[in-house]
């Protein structure tokens, strides 16, 4: 499931850059190839058409994107979460025993 909706993320940001690169920054973009009265959209119909494109594909890589997060998870659960990232946590977690430091004993004396 997971690399289902990864294929299909990939898919849909690969249409989104092509739709945004169609579009003109300044109103024209594909829409200005169709000058002529007689196409069959018009000017503004193919600058609402690339608009509405833009934001179905904004939207839905943003819901693919939470699908991806909930799928991650939920299958880091079925694992039973023990991992290895999971053990790692849990060793670090847990406390140490203090160290026992070494007895003091007096310095030895000096010979000359």
């Given amino acids: 499931m997971y690399f289902i909706l990864i294929i299909v993320a990939i898919i849909v940001c690969i249409l989104l850059g092509f739709i945004v690169l169609i579009q003109n920054p300044k109103g024209g973009g594909l829409s200005s190839n169709f000058s002529s009265s007689s196409q069959l959209m018009g000017v503004q119909k193919t600058g609402d058409i690339l608009e509405k494109g833009t934001w179905v594909l ?38 140490t025993a203090p160290v026992a430091a070494p ?3 007096a310095p030895a004396p000096i010979k000359k």
Avoid: D, F, W
């Fill in 58 to 95: 904004a939207i839905t890589l943003m819901v693919l994107s939470l699908a991806i997060n909930v799928a991650v998870k939920s299958s880091s659960v079925k694992a039973g979460g023990n991992n290895e990232y999971q053990n790692q946590i849990e060793r670090a977690s847990k406390p």
């Fill in 103 to 105: 007895p003091l004993t």
